[in-house]
């Protein structure tokens, strides 16, 4: 089989997109958790069409959406959203790459290479874990330094991921065994993936952002660990572009340096030669400016001190500069907002725009903001964006929060700023959501936004946008039943009909024109015919999360009444349980809240339930004795929810935040859903 083959062979594409949506990094996902969770509604049957596209040659890439980012030097990260097919791609190329490089490169792993480790075809995730190998990179640092390699320099390139030359590229996919046509396939989708907004298309680059970028760099910088030399007179170690170099003398340093400089000019990079200081090391903790050496003491203690940790973000910015900025970042994430910090925080954001997630994440703590930070806000927000991400941080943290005094100014703003045409994409995603909900556009405008902005991705986001409540039902109806149509990019259709069947609209006729893939997710919501007609929603989502076993239960019979909603509550279970977890339990304990009112419908000695009161749980001991498995599940599910971002600000029984929740609970989820699943069946013969 050939590589290009590989790449669209049915495992290869399935654990691709299986990589994606368990990719740990939370910025990406950020940008595409709504996208994913919609392809997931019916994933097997659009994994299957890609794969036929491929396969046929008929596949089209679709141009990426850039979102630019301050960095600390005042210079922009653009970091590249692709469509959610475009990502499968991709990372199907990427598995082949990674089983090529990891039997050149794995004996380096936790030595000398810390970064981007992959982890195997049988791994959950397409990456070893980063901490684990920042961690390893941290102790080989201080080995090297106890073992008397004092002195230290680092070798870091300018923009890597930008500069990486594709006929480079070419020439390493040769090297580790990839054949011709696949590394031209290849880098043909790279040149249409790193074109700007302008559609300025480039021979160099590789996207920022999707996972699958870190295992082509891995390609081309393995050329500094192959010919470095001086293994005995240097410790070399790299994480990604990022090298350090520890020698017993300077001008063993020097020497390195000057043979890394030369390997660099071989592949087209380029270092930075700002970075590059040959210095003796007095203090390897300081040098490795971790988090946990030495451990922050106000962290350490049974209960959060928020004036101990006030105190310690103060001494983290003398004269408002950040001294220490991973260690600033993480203890911001821990601290409640307060008007002893908020000026502060300002004036570090004046200094450090880079820093704006943390810091505006801060604010948004609050649930209503503050006047002097509401007036300092809108001070911002009226000057003329300078960092557009950061503007659109700031629309964020308005939107909602705002005293009341302070809205008409917010929605003047607003209403000023927002131009369909010209804003870049995450401020005209930002800006337009908040237009629609604040009812600043008329319905042709809305109607043009949503169907005809330049970009892409700002079409899906204020798709997401669209409620009823804010444009009436009719109108809205309208709007999505041509995005199910006319878009010519699939995930806008695809987020079109997640929509039409969050809100319960209609599709209407012909229905013959809606694209593929949107008629695949209105398929499993129901609101198109099937091709099959017997197919269950509740038991395809519980196929998926338990296996065969729990096949051809009669869930018609259980929910009776219900079934309607309760196979469309359960279609958007199945695609949220492997997209966003945090979601996905609350999604769940509202399929619990029907499962009761079923329940109890036919069960008359446990009582009666009232849908959206969980009261019965705690109220009714027959149905904790009838069914104690269906009760743990359900009550398991509910208590779970409370600790959902998505449900409530803060745990009531801990008074602590909410957040996130994580994978490792679907281990558990499972196991209380199969025992109340087979108690189920059981009792009720289905």
Same mark, same amino acid.
């Given at each position: ?498 929509? #039409?069947?969050?809100? =319960? @609209? ?7 024109? %809606? /694209? !593929? ?5 209105? +398929? ?112 398991? #599910?509910?208590?779970? =929810? @409370? ?7 803060? %745990? /009531? !029984? ?5 957040? +996130? ?26």
């Amino acid at each position: 089989m050939s590589d290009l083959a590989s790449v669209w062979e049915i495992n290869n594409v399935q654990r691709a997109w299986r990589w994606i949506t368990s990719n740990p990094e939370a910025t990406y996902k950020r940008y595409c958790r709504d996208l994913y969770t919609a392809y997931a509604v019916a994933d097997d049957v659009s994994l299957a069409d890609l794969r036929l596209r491929l396969r046929k040659g008929t596949y089209s890439p679709a141009h990426a959406a850039k979102i630019l980012f301050p960095k600390s030097s005042g210079i922009l990260r653009p970091y590249s959203i692709l469509t959610v097919e475009d990502q499968i791609v991709y990372q199907a190329f990427a598995n082949v790459v990674a089983e090529k490089l990891a039997a050149r490169v794995r004996h380096r792993y936790l030595k000398e290479v810390f970064g981007h480790l992959y982890a195997g075809r049988r791994s959950v995730f397409f990456y070893r874990k980063w901490d684990r190998g920042y961690s390893a990179l941290n102790d080989a640092c201080r080995t090297a330094f106890e073992r008397g390699y004092i002195y230290g320099a680092s070798f870091d390139l300018t923009a890597c991921y930008d500069s990486v030359d594709h006929g480079v590229l070419r020439h390493f996919l040769a090297e580790i065994g990839c054949d011709k046509e696949f590394a031209g396939a290849l880098s043909g989708y790279l040149s249409h993936w790193t074109a700007t907004n302008h559609r300025v298309y480039h021979d160099h680059g590789i996207p920022q952002g999707p996972l699958s970028s870190g295992m082509l760099a891995e390609v081309v910088l393995q050329h500094f660990d192959n010919h470095r030399g001086a293994k005995r007179e240097i410790r070399y170690v790299r994480y990604v572009d990022d090298i350090r170099l520890f020698a017993k003398t300077p001008i063993a340093l020097r020497r390195m340096l000057v043979r890394l400089d030369m390997l660099s000019k071989d592949i087209g990079l380029f270092p930075q030669s700002s970075k590059v200081h040959i210095h003796k090391i007095i203090d390897i903790e300081e040098e490795l400016k971790s988090i946990s050496n030495p451990p922050e003491e106000v962290l350490t203690e049974p209960d959060l001190d928020q004036e101990k940790l006030r105190r310690r973000l103060v001494a983290l910015t003398p004269h408002c500069r950040i001294a220490h900025t991973t260690r600033f970042k993480y203890l911001l994430g821990r601290a409640k907002p307060s008007s002893l910090l908020n000026d502060r925080l300002w004036k570090v954001l004046e200094n450090h725009p880079d820093a704006y997630g943390g810091i505006l994440r801060y604010f948004q703590r609050y649930k209503m903001l503050p006047a002097s930070v509401a007036k300092r806000l809108l001070d911002e927000m009226s000057r003329e964006p300078l960092y557009h991400a950061v503007h659109a941080e700031m629309v964020r943290t308005g939107d909602g929060r705002l005293p009341t005094r302070f809205r008409d100014r917010f929605r003047r703003i607003v209403k000023r700023q927002w131009h369909p045409s010209s804003n870049p994409p995450e401020l005209g995603a930002v800006l337009g959501g908040a237009a629609i909900r604040m009812g600043l556009l008329t319905y042709a405008q809305t109607r043009y936004a949503v169907l005809k902005h330049p970009d892409w991705w700002v079409r899906t986001e204020l798709i997401n946008a669209l409620i009823p409540k804010y444009i009436g039902a009719p109108s809205l109806e309208g709007i999505l039943n041509s995005g199910i149509r006319a878009d010519h990019v699939d995930d806008v259709c695809m987020m079109a009909a997640m929509a #039409i069947a969050r809100t =319960r @609209l209609s599709v209407r006729a012909p229905s013959r024109d %809606v /694209k !593929r893939r949107a008629a695949n997710v209105l +398929r499993e919501f129901g609101q198109m015919r099937r091709r099959t007609r017997d197919v269950c929603g509740i038991d395809q989502m519980y196929i998926q999360l338990l296996g065969s076993d729990v096949a051809g239960i009669n869930w018609r019979k259980l929910f009776e009444g219900h079934y309607r909603r309760a196979e469309q509550q359960a279609v958007t279970c199945r695609a949220l349980v492997t997209t966003n977890l945090t979601a996905w339990i609350p999604a769940l304990d509202v399929l619990n809240d029907l499962l009761l009112a079923s329940i109890f419908a036919k069960c008359p000695a446990f009582g009666s339930h009232s849908i959206g009161s969980f009261g019965t749980l705690y109220k009714n001991p027959a149905f904790k004795t009838g069914l104690p498995q269906t009760w743990k599940m359900v009550h398991q #599910i509910h208590e779970k =929810r @409370l600790e959902s971002e998505l449900a409530h600000a803060i %745990v /009531k !029984r801990t008074g602590k935040p909410t957040g +996130r929740i994580k994978f490792g609970y679907l281990r558990t989820a499972r196991r209380l859903l199969r025992l109340a699943v087979s108690e189920l069946r059981t009792h009720f013969a289905l």
